[in-house]
C-alpha cells in the first residue's frame, strides 16, 4: 500500500545549488502533479504531466523544471536554488479509468517534501 | 479564472460542538467538488467528491453538501482526532484542481 512515495523527505539547500525530488507512485496513474504549500498560499500547482513523456505548466513553474520518463516517476529539479522556494512540495496523481469524468480528478497525495534553502 | 475561498481559515470547538466550514467557487460549468483532510505533517488525504447541486455525503461525524455556489462540510460533535486541515477544490479542465486555502479546525477536549 505504498501510493505515492516522495524522496527526500527533507533537505536543505544553500542559495544556488541544485537539488531533484523524486515522485514514484505504484498505482499505474496517468497523471501526475507537482505542488508547493506555503502558509497562507494554499496548494499551487508547478507543473503536472498526463502520460509518460509529456509535461506542462501549472501555476508557478518559474525556476522549476520536471522530467516523466517513467509513467511512475515524476522528477521535480530546481537547477539554482533561490530563498523563495522554501517551501512544502507534495506530489500527487490520479486515475483516468473512473467512470464519471470529474472522477479523474480524484489526486492521491505524497507525504511531502520540506525544502528550505539558506 | 477559477476561485476557490474557504471560511473561515481557523476555528476552535470543544468536543462535542458542531459547525460547518464554508466553500465557495466561482467557476465556469462545475464538474465536482472534492473535499480533503490534511493532518500536519502530513500530505492531503482524499474525504468526498460532490457531483452536482443538491448531492451530500457522509463519512462518521462529516457531512458534505452542494449548492451552485458554494459547499459546506458539517462536523457533527467532533472529537479531538477531527483536528486538521480541511481543503476543497474543483477541477480547472480535465486534469487540473484549484485549491482553495483551507480551514484549520481544533477540537479542544
Known amino acids: 500500500n505504498a501510493g505515492v512515495t516522495q524522496t527526500p523527505k527533507f533537505r536543505v539547500l544553500k542559495t544556488g545549488q541544485s537539488m531533484t525530488l523524486l515522485c514514484a507512485q505504484d498505482?499505474?496513474?496517468?497523471?501526475m502533479y507537482w505542488y508547493r504549500q506555503d502558509p497562507g498560499m494554499g496548494l499551487r500547482l508547478i507543473h503536472y504531466?498526463?502520460?509518460?513523456?509529456?509535461?506542462a505548466k501549472g501555476e508557478v513553474p518559474d525556476g522549476y523544471n520536471v522530467s516523466r520518463l517513467k509513467k511512475q516517476n515524476f522528477l521535480l529539479g530546481l537547477e539554482s536554488a533561490a530563498p523563495s522556494q522554501t517551501s512544502v512540495y507534495f506530489c500527487?496523481?490520479?486515475?483516468?479509468?473512473?467512470?464519471?469524468?470529474?472522477?479523474?480528478?480524484?489526486?492521491?497525495f505524497g507525504a511531502g517534501t520540506r525544502l528550505s534553502v539558506l | 479564472e477559477d476561485q476557490v475561498t474557504q471560511s473561515p481559515e481557523a476555528l476552535r470547538l470543544q468536543e462535542g460542538e458542531s459547525s460547518s466550514l464554508n466553500c465557495s467557487y466561482t467557476?465556469?460549468?462545475?464538474?465536482?467538488l472534492f473535499w480533503y483532510r490534511q493532518d500536519p505533517g502530513k500530505g492531503p488525504e482524499f474525504l468526498f467528491t460532490?457531483?452536482?447541486a443538491g448531492e451530500e455525503k457522509e463519512k462518521e461525524r462529516l457531512k458534505a453538501t452542494l449548492t451552485k455556489k458554494e459547499s459546506f462540510l458539517h462536523i457533527t460533535a467532533p472529537k479531538p482526532e477531527d483536528s486538521a486541515t480541511y481543503l476543497c477544490?474543483?477541477?480547472?479542465?480535465?486534469?487540473?484542481?484549484?485549491f482553495g486555502q483551507g480551514t484549520r479546525l481544533t477540537i479542544n477536549p
Open positions: 477544490a474543483v477541477p480547472e479542465g480535465a486534469q487540473k484542481l484549484v
Open positions: 460532490l457531483y452536482s
Open positions: 498505482m499505474n496513474h496517468e497523471y
Open positions: 467557476v465556469s460549468g462545475l464538474r465536482g
Open positions: 504531466s498526463v502520460g509518460e513523456g509529456t509535461t
Open positions: 500527487a496523481s490520479s486515475s483516468i479509468t473512473s467512470g464519471r469524468a470529474s472522477a479523474k480528478n480524484i489526486q492521491y
